[in-house]
């Protein structure tokens, strides 16, 4: 399928990361978990802001009367490394102000360290950090493709913010997410790229000058609280001090590392002996290293857990949704210049894909010269007799990805021959203009010379296989081509293969080309007679239905033996005792109506199997007349006759009526019919229910004499009773 050239990028930068991200996230979870951890002991000096060296300093220098060094972490802890007046050594977190003790310094676990490690170069050392670093900037690159999806899938950046439409779950995490994440994924990825650019010396580092203030004469001695560089310095703004080591030496200073410089403090007067600023790519590596870890402010700690968190999900819901969007394979057993039946599919995310290729294949095991393409490859198709559009709509009624230049190009290219054509448009009715691409494409064929109208424009909210069937059916019916009428079998979750066992097997013989087979499943099975089996008789994606009467929980099937037929065959070579895997495919829109008041079946050929498994289930004894065509009468209709003569007696049946176009006297279903017309246009008016099961020609010739009998007997139309769901079919 045609991706947009953003989106191809976005999937292509997520793919090559995605083993990087997956680590990275994962570990940025822990150290997030751990900087919020980090914090819990209550060491914080609230007011580092108001404490100024003057007073701490003499404060200190009280209780421990040798300092090495103080320092302020990230999380406003005071740390001091002294010697107490008992003379032992002190390293801890302290209270500025009195020199208090508060806690031991706990060093990070192995655990964090090894995350530590894990995170800044995946224990590769420099290669790492160079693979971390690019990891980084490619999750920026990811970040603004993906701003530019959201942009482009909500019609411009002013809609940025609206309300996503719910397509599928992982497609609306990943949008509803991503927005939601956005600064906090851009703050991660910017902060990590730039410190990976300062690990590497990539950023200037350039030496600052140290400005020396000359000292003039003798020093005079002051008090440390008078010291005015103490008194300006507030501890909020100290990362560390080192004191002198010998007290009394001019020589020897106190060195203050601010966040932006360093000074040199003459320890006798107070003076500034030297002062040197700090670089700004270091203080730009600071403020990165604060944004990148969340150290020195819980909240974006918490924030940047989160969003490390979302980064594993967006990575599970981006290759969900791409999936989804490439899983449907089509394959094309003929050229688009010899097709006699073309399938074109607009999609931006495969789903509509899905339906047209379960379309493309029945045609294709039905021996139609089918062949199915992108909207946006429309060409010439000389021996096209049908032309089917499965399109869906992208706001503000757009084409999807691949059904852009369509408009064009049907403009451009005119068939050589009449094309019978028909629209089904994909769409949601969340958005007001619902499926108006299909109606777009529908009238924009109309008005060609060439195309044909073969069926009204059909819709299909949300992507519902009961709407799409509707479709189904009237096609099939119009073409007499087999089409399978299931919702289920268009359904994106499809229930696994089940085993089962031949339990019995009929033969076949001169005047009877149908057997029965008695199929038990091996597990535990829900189906009803109307559902159907659908077998895969070369273990490929070839597949054929037959439908399922239920005898005693296990599948009767009665199949008519075709030569070379590949389902029929496949079924009749079965041993018994053999096994086989088939698929259950439900179909409750031709279950048995247990609420109808009477229902009269109306069957042909195989059709009749539903039926069989529907009288000797039919244990409430509602009143059921069946009508079944045959060509001859022979061994097979005389089972049929002792099978209904035990229903009858049992009350599960009322009568079976036979009707055998190649006898003596040759009838069609359609004549038993006219024979007990107002048995059937009573049983319409009082709402009993018809169910046809067979030939797609015999429906299509029931149907037509239902229509005159219920015109002339009930001054109403069949589409009246169908609309009440009074008719069921399952033709093929
Ligand atoms: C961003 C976005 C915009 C959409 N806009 C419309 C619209 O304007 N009209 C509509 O009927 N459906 C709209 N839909 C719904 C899709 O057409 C519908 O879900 C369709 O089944 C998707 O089919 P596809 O997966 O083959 O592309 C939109 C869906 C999304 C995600």
Known sequence: MTLSIWRYAHLALAFVSTLFLIILSVTGVILAFDAVNEKTPGYRIEDVDSISLAACIPALSKVYPEIMELSVDHNQFVTIDATNEDGDHVKAYIDPRDGKVLGPIVPKSSFIQWNIALHRSLFLKETGRIAVGIVSFLLFLITISGVILIVKRQQGVRHFFAKI???????????????????????????????????????????????????????????????????????????????????????????????????????????????????????????????????????????????????????????????????????????????????????????????????????????????????????????????????????LGSPPANATHFTDLVSKINQQQDILFSVVGFGSKAYPDFCEFAKDVDQLLEKQEWAKRYLNLYTVNDKSPDEFVKWVHAWSERSL??????????????????????????????????????????????????????????????????????????????????????????????????????????????????????????????????FLGMIMNNRDA??????????????????????????????????????YSRGNEPQY??????????????????EGVIMICGSLKMQKDVEILLEELCLSKNNQTLSFYKNRNQLMTDCY
């Open 481 to 610: 081509t087999a089409l399978a009428t299931a919702p289920a079998l268009y359904t994106e979750k499809q229930v696994g293969l089940k085993t089962l066992k031949v339990v019995e097997k009929t033969l076949v013989s001169d005047d009877n080309s149908t057997f029965k087979i008695i199929l038990a499943p091996q597990s535990r099975s829900d189906f009803q007679s109307g559902d159907l089996l659908a077998i895969y008789p070369a273990s490929d994606s070839r597949e054929r239905f037959y439908s399922i009467g239920q005898n005693d929980g296990r599948i009767q099937l009665m199949v008519k033996l075709y030569e070379n037929g590949l389902g029929s065959g496949y079924l009749y070579n079965l041993e018994l005792n053999g096994k086989l895997k088939a698929r259950i495919v439900q179909n409750s829109a031709f279950h048995f109506p247990k609420k109808a008041p009477a229902v009269a079946m109306i069957a042909n050929g195989t059709g009749i199997a539903p």
């Open 165 to 395: 439409n719910r397509d599928f779950f992982s497609q609306y995490f990943h949008v509803v997410s991503g927005r939601l994440f956005l600064v906090p994924i851009l703050v991660i990825s910017l902060t990590g790229t730039y410190l990976f650019m300062v690990r590497i010396g990539l950023m200037n580092q350039e030496e600052q000058k140290p400005v020396v203030t000359e000292q003039s004469g003798e020093a005079i001695p002051l008090e440390k609280t008078k010291f005015p560089i103490f008194q300006q310095t507030k501890l909020a703004h100290v990362e560390k001090i080192e004191f002198p080591l010998m007290e009394d030496d001019p020589e020897e200073f106190f060195i203050l590392k601010l966040r932006d410089k360093i000074i040199n403090v003459n320890q006798i007067d107070g003076s500034v002996a030297e002062q040197t600023s700090i670089a700004k790519t270091v203080v730009f590596e600071k403020l990165s290293l604060d944004l990148h870890t969340g150290r020195t402010n819980i909240i974006w700690a918490v924030v940047l857990g989160f969003a490390s968190l979302n980064i594993l999900a967006f990575i599970y819901t981006g290759f969900v949704m791409t999936f989804k969007r490439t899983r449907t394979k089509v394959k094309n057993k003929f050229k688009a210049e010899n097709a006699e039946i073309v399938v074109l599919v607009g999609t931006e995310n495969g789903s509509t894909l899905f339906f047209a290729n379960q379309i493309h294949q029945q045609l294709l095991s039905d021996g139609k010269r089918s062949f199915i393409a992108e909207m946006n490859q429309y060409r010439a198709y000389p021996q096209a007799q049908h032309l089917i559009i499965f399109t869906s709509t992208y706001g």
């Open 622 to 659: 509602i009143p059921v007349r069946m009508y079944a065509g045959f060509r001859y009468d022979n061994e097979l209709t005389a089972q049929y006759r002792q099978f209904s003569a035990d229903e009858i007696a049992q009350k599960h049946l009322e009568s079976l009526n036979f009707a």
């Open 669 to 686: 279903v359609m004549d038993l019919i006219r024979k007990d017309a107002q048995y059937f246009a009573d049983l319409l008016a009082n």
